[in-house]
C-alpha cells in the first residue's frame, strides 16, 4: 500500500470521526489541510485575508458536511479542495460589485476635478472628500457596501440591486437604509 493511499484513508477515518462529532479529529485534519487549502484559496483569490475568511468558512462546512461525505465519491483532500473551491467562487462572485467603485470614483474625482480647475486648494478638498467617502464605504459590512456601491456607482434600483447581488429586495432595502445611517455616523464624527 502507498503512502499517499495510507493518507487518503486515515483522512477519510478523520472525516468520518468528524462526522460524528469528533473534535479532536477536525484538529488533526485541520493540521494536515489547513496550509493546502488557504494556498489555494490565496492562488484563487490573491488576498491573503479574503483567503483566511475562506479557509474559516471551508472547515466550518467541513465540519457541517462531514457525515455526508463518501470516500467512494471522492478522496478526502479532493473533497475538502472542492468546498474550498464552491467558496471560493462564490467570494468572488460577491466581491465584483466591489470593483465597480472604483471608476465611479475615479470619473467623479476627474469630473469635479474639471470643475474646480480654478483652486488646486478646492481640488486638494474634493479628492479628500472623495477618499474619505470610499474609505467610509469600505468599513460597512458586505451586504451594505454591495449595495451602495452598486447604487452610487451604477445608479441602480433598488431592484436592479437585488437582481444583480441575487439577494432579496427587503434585505437590499435594508442593507441600504442600514449603509446610509452608518454613513451618517461615520460622516458626523468626521466632521465634529
Known amino acids: 500500500m502507498s503512502g499517499s493511499m495510507d493518507d487518503a484513508s486515515i483522512e477519510a477515518e478523520l472525516i468520518r470521526r468528524i462526522g460524528a462529532g469528533e473534535r479532536s479529529a477536525f484538529d488533526e485534519l485541520y493540521a494536515r489541510y489547513s496550509r493546502p487549502l488557504f494556498s489555494y484559496a490565496f492562488k484563487f483569490l490573491r488576498d491573503r485575508m479574503i483567503a ?3 479557509l ?11 457525515p455526508r461525505y463518501n470516500p467512494e465519491l471522492s478522496r478526502p483532500f479532493s473533497w475538502a479542495v472542492l468546498v474550498t473551491k464552491r ?13 465597480v467603485v472604483e471608476d465611479p470614483m475615479a470619473l467623479q474625482s476627474s469630473e469635479e476635478t474639471r470643475s474646480q480647475q480654478r483652486s488646486p486648494v478646492e481640488t486638494v478638498a474634493v479628492g479628500e472628500e472623495i477618499s474619505r467617502l470610499r474609505s467610509m464605504i469600505d468599513k460597512l459590512p458586505q451586504a451594505q457596501k454591495d449595495s451602495l456601491s452598486l447604487a452610487i456607482s451604477k445608479g441602480l434600483t433598488q431592484q436592479e440591486i437585488s437582481d444583480t447581488l441575487g439577494m432579496p429586495l427587503g434585505t437590499v432595502k435594508t442593507s441600504m437604509r442600514r449603509g446610509m445611517q452608518r454613513l451618517r455616523q461615520l460622516m458626523s ?4
Open 52 to 54: 483566511e475568511e475562506v
Open 56 to 66: 474559516q468558512d471551508a472547515f466550518v462546512k467541513i465540519w457541517r458536511t462531514a
Open 87 to 99: 467558496l471560493c467562487i462564490d467570494r468572488l462572485r460577491r466581491m465584483k460589485p466591489e470593483s
Open 189 to 192: 464624527h468626521c466632521y465634529e
